[in-house]
T-cell receptor
């Protein structure tokens, strides 16, 4: 069964460093998302991406964040200068299309900023 | 106001019994979708079941069913014949496409523990 794949599963980084979280969405999917979940809290939307551009972003997704689909298979989330409060589980998700289709999530990348 | 409310932070159920996890939602949209996801201790988010606002039948997927009561704005998940492997966090989520968005809005989750 096709699945969304995220790498790495866990990343530890020093405050102020840049990190890139990588995702390979399901191959025929057209809509891509990043969500995050701070430990013990609910899952929060960060950004959606369609047709090679951001279609929506939340207030969390400030100038420190960027997304890219560099080669038609990978979908990346970059955090330019990490802060302690960026520590969270980051989920990539993808969806085939249509408002009533489910989004499939990857297994998540746990980011720890020290 | 919270868009998705899950009032049960934790639930316990004995193996083989049925359990209902509550979810209420708030929207003025006529067209919306409701989703349930399972998050085991390993952390991944697993899609379980979907209910569209215009669907007249309650959604079912194997042991999962969704008790959709539109007038009460509730979309409770029913798990029948609980198994030990059902122990996990369960999240209810909503999508409101009429507001030109397809993001999912999640509730705070319910931790289900299944005991032998």
């Amino acid at each position: 069964e096709p699945e969304v794949t995220q790498t790495p599963s866990h990343q530890v980084t020093q405050m102020g460093q840049e990190v890139i979280l990588r995702c390979v969405p399901i191959s025929n999917h057209l809509y891509f998302y990043w969500y995050r979940q701070i430990l013990g809290q609910k899952v929060e939307f960060l950004v959606s991406f369609y047709n090679n551009e951001i279609s929506e972003k939340s207030e969390i997704f400030d100038d420190q964040f960027s997304v890219e689909r560099p080669d038609g298979s990978n979908f990346t989330l970059k955090i330019r200068s990490t802060k302690l409060e960026d520590s969270a589980m980051y989920f990539c998700a993808s969806k085939a299309g249509g408002m009533n289709t489910e989004a499939f999530f990857g297994q998540g990348t746990r980011l720890t900023v020290v | 106001a919270q868009k998705i409310t899950q009032t049960q932070p934790g639930m316990f159920v004995q193996e083989k019994e049925a359990v209902t996890l509550d979810c209420t939602y708030d929207t003025s949209d006529q067209s919306y979708g409701l989703f349930w996801y399972k998050q085991p201790s390993s952390g991944e988010m697993i899609f379980l079941i979907y209910q569209g606002s215009y669907d007249e039948q309650n959604a079912t997927e194997g042991r999962y069913s969704l008790n959709f009561q539109k007038a009460r704005k509730s979309a409770n998940l029913v798990i029948s014949a609980s198994q030990l492997g059902d122990s996990a966090m369960y999240f209810c989520a909503m999508r409101e496409p009429s507001y030109n968005t397809d993001k999912l809005i999640f509730g705070t989750g319910t931790r289900l523990q299944v005991f032998p």
